[in-house]
């Protein structure tokens, strides 16, 4: 029993010092209304450990707008085998962040007023202008390179926009966050994040005629 005893003690102390070690060099990123305190970063990493998280190297909160509501995402340590990288991520909710009453659902785990479901592995391309690495999250029709090409383009600003892409709107893109790049047939398709963070996502419809590049038309998603 006192051996038992023993193991037990030691398996917590081993916890509680793994727990300790996570939140020292820990990426985060929190938005104003949504500041972990140390105590519930140690909470949150242990609840990510029991969904099956195997290690956390990154912690952010984010804004749900238009709602007043805030969430937390995880992030593993990333994973690199040439351009690809992945990395498993978990979507956290706090009871305090949410509509009054917000309870989990039967298949999440929960701990204290944080809960979460179960982890999802991401995966993204890197793509290189430069002396520049960037992360964009899909590629379809194209090679990383010809993506290279075009977002190359983007950021030095060597590029045309026709007549219905608002100048003022197009300066709220934010170039260093490529999300996808798409192409059919002619039809190219790049996204971007909002520079802002939290504030949606813009889908710049793009014609390339040899190294010319038109922004024919330009859509913005808004939460």
Not at 96 to 111: D, F, S, T, V, Y
Request: charge should be positive.
């Amino acid at each position: 029993m006192r051996n038992h005893n023993k193991i037990k003690t030691t398996l917590l102390t081993f916890l509680s010092f793994t727990l300790t070690l996570s939140s020292y060099g820990l990426d985060r990123d929190y938005v104003p209304r949504a500041i972990l305190t140390k105590d519930q970063e140690k909470e949150v990493i242990a609840l990510a450990k029991k969904c099956g998280m195997k290690e956390v190297s990154k912690i952010s909160t984010h804004n749900m707008y238009p709602s007043p509501f805030r969430g937390i995402q995880l992030q593993g340590p990333e994973k690199i085998k040439g351009r690809e990288v992945s990395y498993q991520g978990l979507s956290m909710s706090h009871s305090e962040w949410l509509e009054p009453g917000a309870k989990p659902r039967k298949e999440q785990i929960q701990m204290g007023k944080f809960w979460a479901g179960k982890p999802y592995t991401r995966k993204k391309t890197i793509l290189k202008v430069g002396k520049k690495e960037f992360r964009t999250g899909s590629i379809n029709g194209m090679t990383p390179e010809q993506c290279e090409t075009i977002l190359g383009l983007l950021l030095s600003g060597k590029y045309e926009i026709g007549p219905t892409v608002n100048k003022r709107t197009l300066e709220q893109v934010g170039w260093n966050t490529p999300s996808n790049f798409s192409k059919r047939g002619e039809s190219i398709s790049v996204g971007f994040l909002h520079k802002a963070k939290d504030s949606g996502f813009f889908d710049l419809q793009i014609k390339m005629v040899g190294k010319k590049l038109t922004i024919e038309q330009m859509f913005q998603a808004i939460p």
